[in-house]
């Protein structure tokens, strides 16, 4: 019954199917006593103590099947400390863990379905902290992580700079599995490629993580996604591929940056050479709208990617598609007042002054003697057919902003 707009007595609600999903008793609209909550299955799910709305008493949660799966007690809604045991739904114990004053303290340990070991660490204030050990069910230690407090761990080590990945937070040399480190592992013996690792706590910062490295190194056009065999998702670009999964039986992902290791030749057949220029976030904040990651040298390959020339002003690009070349050229000078205009490559003469997308584009594919050129204080940029592929070149200027 209501009592004064507030719930009073003896209480049910139902799942959608209606079958009972909560029962309990509201002493003047507070919950109060013991409260049942059950599985849309019917099974029992949970039994709670409540005293003025507050959790109170016993509280036990079982699986489906109706065994335990754990069983806590709290006062006054804080939980109580102690060892809390929880139980795996053939009735195996899964984890044991201690609680004091509200955060998990010393060891815990959690176990398969088998009895065996899965996880074994060490709390100290709520934080992992210290040796850290995964165990598969056949016994079999797949991974050894150190988790340190992060200020002693990072205290005096020195950043290790790489031309193969920019912005995404200073990178440690590899020691031991630190959370929200970004730690280097190079290739070597016993380690078959460069990569670059990082733990964290939950997915949504996982994913958080992934989205900046993407956006900071060339932006999702250039990336796609592929399988890799046991990540959960990867993603493939020029330089490195990037893939997370979560730890196995743990609580936390694990994200992995790999170097690219290509067989890639560029337009003239010399392979082509990767790292990202130490001025490629200079060019772009100079050049708004290329939002592009630029290469070092000349060696180009026919996929749009911007590659320095040789005399270290000039940077260079090819492309197999008018389409996309057009498109990357209009985003940078749509920032600007001035109007693109094509021209004769060899008299200079200006062949039309407007832009007008359709009729660039028919001159550029028919006459190699055409290109559309825009051009400012701080840099030139032009398009039109070379030899064999379609060409843009940027010309930064001495008297820019930035010096090269």
């Not at 909550?37 to 699986?63: I, R, W």
């Not at 290739?187 to 733990?199: A, F, R, T, V, W």
């Not at 021209?343 to 007008?356: A, H, P, W």
């Amino acid at each position: 019954m209501l009592k004064f707009d507030k719930k009073e007595g003896f209480f049910k609600n139902y799942h959608e199917n209606g079958q009972l999903k909560e029962e309990g008793n509201f002493i003047n609209g507070k919950k109060d006593g013991l409260w049942k909550f059950y599985y849309e299955n019917g099974q029992l799910e949970k039994e709670v103590n409540y005293k003025d709305d507050k959790l109170d008493g016993s509280y036990k949660v079982y699986h489906e099947n109706n065994q335990l799966e754990c069983d806590v007690s709290f006062k006054n809604g804080k939980q109580n400390d102690g060892e809390i045991i929880s139980y795996h739904d053939n009735g195996t114990i899964s984890r044991s863990v201690t609680l004091a004053e509200g955060q998990f303290e010393g060891e815990f340990n959690e176990w398969h379905k088998n009895g065996v070991l899965s996880r074994q660490g060490y709390y100290e204030k709520g934080e992992i902290h210290g040796p850290y050990k995964l165990i598969n069910s056949d016994n079999v230690v797949e991974h050894e992580f150190v988790k340190h407090r992060l200020s002693s761990f990072l205290e005096n080590k020195p950043i290790v700079n790489l031309d193969w990945i920019q912005d995404i937070g200073p990178i440690y040399n590899f020691d031991s599995y630190t959370l929200r480190t970004l730690l280097y592992r190079q290739e070597s013996k016993e380690h078959d490629h460069d990569d670059i690792c990082i733990l964290f706590s939950t997915k949504k910062e996982t994913e958080e993580f992934i989205d900046y490295v993407i956006s900071h190194n060339g932006g999702k056009s250039i990336y796609k996604s592929v399988d890799r065999h046991d990540w959960e998702f990867t993603l493939i670009g020029h330089l490195f591929f990037i893939s997370y999964n979560q730890v196995q039986d743990g609580e936390g992902y694990f994200v992995e940056i790999v170097r690219v290791k290509t067989e890639a030749k560029s337009i003239d057949g010399a392979e082509v050479t990767y790292g990202i220029h130490k001025e490629s976030k200079k060019i772009n904040s100079l050049i708004p709208g290329l939002e592009s990651l630029i290469y070092y040298y000349w060696e180009c390959a026919s996929d749009g990617r911007f590659c320095f020339s040789t005399t270290g002003s000039h940077i260079i690009s090819y492309w197999d598609s008018i389409d996309l070349a057009l498109h990357k050229f209009k985003s940078v000078v749509a920032y600007y007042d001035e109007k693109p205009l094509l021209r004769d490559i060899f008299s200079g003469d200006v062949v039309l002054n407007e832009y007008d997308e359709r009729q660039i584009k028919s001159s550029l594919t028919r006459d190699s003697n055409k290109s559309v050129v825009f051009e400012n204080d701080d840099f030139e940029i032009s398009l039109g057919q070379g030899n064999t592929l379609f060409q843009m070149n940027i010309y930064l200027k001495k008297n820019s902003s930035t010096n090269y």
